[in-house]
């Protein structure tokens, strides 16, 4: 593959990623003395733990502060967390979730994208590459109602596996749109196919990764919240069936049921439907 621009730096993706989410918070949720206490508690517990039984000498616990001092300065919090953490967090909020799976959040939604009617083509270059996809399917509750106008908040990867907002080569907003389902909670969105992700090898995560002999990479998804009012968001992520990485995804937060299995559709074109359940909040 030739490359018309510099590679996106882990330091770039890093900064805007801490950005994006000092924006999407501007105050902390109230916890209480108690829960902090309790949990931190713990928390700690399996570090001190992991210590004796490891016998975790000064050297590599000075290795490990200088570590999280670049993961900081390399603004990688964001994305260290939702790889290797978040998918437990969503775990622990599915217990009492009905409708459509859940999957993790991740670290590069941008909340305020172009609001587009169905049938919605997602902002693209002129010369998007991949795969020309057309994802539809309809938004109803758990009785089977159709939810009109839901909003199918849906961001993702370029074919080189790049996030506006995220890599400086890209267009703000490419591959990303609010998507309004009609009167029977109907949509149909054209888009590309995502290439799988891969966490950028020059940073601290993708240095920890590398130290561990790990792989750094998700397989190609598509990035969901789908809301409508008196409705119980659900964040989620759908994969492609066969994709590379599936069973092996770093994040760890591919689930059966999300997986896709698109069709030709002729033109060499893919054509998949999915549909979402929504509960009451
Ligand atoms: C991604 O694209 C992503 O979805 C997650 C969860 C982490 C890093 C990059
Ligand atoms: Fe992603």
Redesign the pocket.
Same mark, same amino acid.
């Given at each position: 593959m030739t490359a018309t621009h510099d590679s996106p730096t882990a330091a770039g993706s890093g900064d805007s990623a801490t950005k994006a989410f000092r924006a999407s918070r501007s105050t902390g949720p109230e916890v209480s003395q108690e829960r902090v206490s309790e949990v931190v508690t713990e928390l700690l517990a399996g570090i001190h733990a992991t210590i004796r039984s490891k016998k975790v000498s000064y050297d590599e616990f000075q290795a490990a502060k200088k570590y999280l001092i670049d993961v900081g300065e390399g603004g990688e919090w964001p994305?260290i967390l939702?790889?290797f953490v978040?998918h437990v967090v969503e775990d622990v909020a599915a217990e009492d979730q009905e409708g459509t799976k859940g999957s @993790?959040l991740?670290? %590069?939604h941008l909340p305020d994208q172009v609001r587009l009617d169905t049938p919605a083509t997602l902002p693209r270059r002129p010369d998007e590459k991949g795969t020309e996809l057309l994802f539809a399917g309809h938004v109803r509750d758990t009785e089977g109602n159709p939810v009109p106008g839901a909003e199918l908040d849906i961001w993702h +990867?370029d074919d080189e596996g790049y996030?506006s907002g995220f890599a400086p080569h890209l267009p703000d907003g490419n591959l990303r749109g609010v998507v309004v389902a009609d009167e029977q909670g109907k949509f149909d969105i054209h888009t590309i196919e995502p290439s799988a %992700?891969q @966490?950028p090898t020059d940073g601290p995560t993708g240095s920890l990764i590398e130290a561990a002999g790990w792989h750094p990479w998700?397989p190609a998804?598509l990035?969901l919240m789908v809301r409508a009012p008196g409705y119980r968001t659900i964040t989620t992520?759908l994969y492609f069936r066969g994709g590379e990485w599936l069973d092996s995804d770093v +994040?760890s +937060?591919t689930k059966p049921e999300l997986i896709l299995d698109p069709v030709d559709s002729g033109d060499g074109k893919h054509a998949v439907t999915y549909d979402f359940t929504l509960e009451p909040a």
């Open positions: 994305l939702d790889v978040e @993790i991740g670290p %590069y +990867a996030y %992700y @966490i998700r998804h990035h992520q +994040a +937060a």
